[in-house]
Structure formats: C-alpha cells, structure tokens
C-alpha cells in the first residue's frame, strides 16, 4: 500500500533503544543495533496517547551512503518509511528516505519535503 504523501508533525528518539542496551549492538558490528518488538508497540501506544501515527523510524549511516543496507532490509517492516541520514567525518551529508516493497526485495526511494526546519 503506498502512501502518496504524508506529513510529519513529531519526530522522536526511540529512548528504548538507547537505555536498554540489551538489544544493541546485536551483531557484534560498531554501532549497529535492534529494536525489539515491545518498543515498537511502545513506540505505538505513546504515539496514539498524542494523536499521532508511528510511521517510520530514522537512524544514520556514519561514513556510509544513505542508502539503506543488507542489515536495514533483513530487519525492516514493508509498511514504514526509513529515514537515513548519511554522515562523513562527523557531519550529516545526505538525508534519504525508504520503503520496502512488499515482496520484501528492494526498496523504494521516496520523495522528502522539508516544509519547517528546527533549530539547533
């Protein structure tokens, strides 16, 4: 089902993924983790306290293009938007965003319009 366009009115860390270190660095690799079920069904529910739709998660690729990787498809749910943001030495480069067909095969880009910017 895809979506023609949608607007983002909250973006928001996933703080279970950072307090439980349990389910981080699963792979063994630097940096890379999971998020495990119940924090996305918690993920969910605080959404729908606030109105909202969960309906896609972000994460970056340090020194890596921001496109999305072997890893992000194998854990990856066809009905989200990934956002990825590229980041060389330290600084963002590149913000992209991806769907993943339903076959599971490949993703699709997806187009991103920034209307407000926050500051820093």
Same mark, same amino acid.
């Given at each position: 089902?895809?979506?023609?366009?949608?607007?983002?009115?909250?973006?928001?860390?996933?703080?279970?993924?950072?307090?439980?270190?349990?389910?981080?660095?699963?792979?063994?690799?630097?940096?890379?983790?999971?998020?495990?079920?119940?924090?996305?069904?918690?993920? !969910?529910?605080?959404? %729908?306290?606030?109105?909202? +739709?969960? @309906?896609?998660?972000? *994460? &970056?690729?340090?020194?890596?293009?921001?496109?999305?990787?072997?890893?992000?498809?194998?854990?990856?749910?066809?009905?989200?938007?990934?956002?990825?943001?590229?980041?060389?030495?330290?600084?963002?480069?590149?913000?992209?965003?991806?769907?993943? !067909?339903?076959?599971? %095969?490949?993703?699709?880009? +997806?187009? @991103?319009?920034?209307? *407000? &910017?926050?500051?820093?």
């Amino acid at each position: 089902m895809a979506r023609k366009h949608t607007l983002t009115s909250a973006v928001a860390p996933c703080w279970a993924a950072i307090r439980k270190p349990h389910i981080q660095m699963l792979t063994g690799k630097c940096g890379r983790f999971s998020v495990a079920a119940e924090d996305v069904l918690d993920a !969910d529910k605080a959404a %729908e306290q606030q109105g909202l +739709e969960v @309906i896609g998660w972000y *994460h &970056s690729h340090p020194d890596h293009p921001a496109r999305p990787s072997q890893y992000d498809q194998d854990h990856a749910w066809p009905w989200y938007s990934y956002v990825i943001v590229s980041v060389q030495n330290g600084s963002p480069k590149e913000i992209t965003s991806w769907r993943l !067909d339903d076959d599971r %095969e490949a993703f699709s880009p +997806e187009g @991103i319009e920034i209307r *407000h &910017s926050a500051t820093v």
